[in-house]
């Protein structure tokens, strides 16, 4: 039976039912988690579960746009503190990019739960859109393309990491080995003319594009915080 509610204001119980199905993911599994499982793990009535998500899809969507918050965040953390250089970029984005994929189950777990959800396919192609984008923001400065093809690149960059995060979270792959093929994956596509090896660009306005792209890369869109 449900506890009466401590009194927070809706923000900040939107995020304390967020932080309580991402455990009941981790506990029982996405098959675990609706509304009403919602409610009595975080001790409110099912009508604020209800009013803050409206149907068990919409919980879904909201704690897979917050676990995605995170995993960019991750990634963005990591490229802050990255060396020069586009086989560093390189590997900081792969290391960053499956240390989320294993420290966050939950994440696959909604993904899987959200198959086939038209809503959870257009999320998905805003979300590709903005991983593509914070990609080849950081790897401009070392890559021979336009911006456009280098986005285009990275796009599919990202369904080979997808297809490996899988590879490694079956147990077919290493950490290690998971991190070298994606790296390798993004140096190889850089395209013709990138500094692979190098400390700084060489490319006329190399330099203003890697002061920029560093300072893209510390704000990801929405802000988001690892918590």
């Keep these: 039976m449900a506890t009466t509610p401590t009194r927070l204001s809706k923000p900040a119980r939107r995020e304390q039912l967020l932080d309580t199905a991402v455990a009941i993911v981790r506990d029982r599994g996405a098959d675990g988690l609706t509304l009403v499982t919602l409610a009595e793990r975080a001790g409110v009535s099912r009508p604020i579960a209800y009013d803050h998500f409206g149907t068990r899809p919409g919980l879904l969507l909201a704690l897979h746009r917050r676990l995605d918050e995170r995993h960019r965040a991750a990634i963005t953390r990591a490229l802050r503190d990255a060396a020069p250089g586009a086989g560093e970029v390189a590997r900081v984005i792969s290391a960053a990019y499956f240390a ?5 189950p939950e994440l696959n777990a909604v993904s899987a739960a959200l198959k086939g959800s038209p809503e959870m396919e ?7 859109d903005s991983y593509a984008e914070l990609m080849a923001t950081a790897l401009l400065p070392y890559s021979g ?3 456009q093809a280098l986005r285009l690149r990275c796009v599919g960059v990202l369904g080979a ?3 490996i995060a899988a590879e490694l979270n079956q147990g077919r792959a290493t950490d290690g080995e998971a ?3 994606l790296t390798d994956l993004i140096v190889g596509g850089l395209g013709a003319g990138a500094e692979r090896d190098e400390g700084l ?4 306005g190399a330099a203003a594009n890697s002061r920029y792209a560093r300072h893209a890369v510390a704000c990801p869109p929405g802000g988001a915080d690892l918590r």
Excluded: F, G, K, N
Excluded at 100 to 104: E, F, I, K, P
Excluded at 122 to 128: H, K, N, P, S, Y
Excluded at 201 to 204: A, C, D, E, V, Y
């Design 100 to 104: 989320c994929a294993t420290d966050m």
């Design 122 to 128: 257009a999320i998905q192609r805003e979300l590709t």
């Design 145 to 147: 393309l336009a911006p």
């Design 161 to 163: 990491a997808e297809a």
């Design 179 to 181: 991190v070298t093929a």
């Design 201 to 204: 660009p060489h490319r006329p």
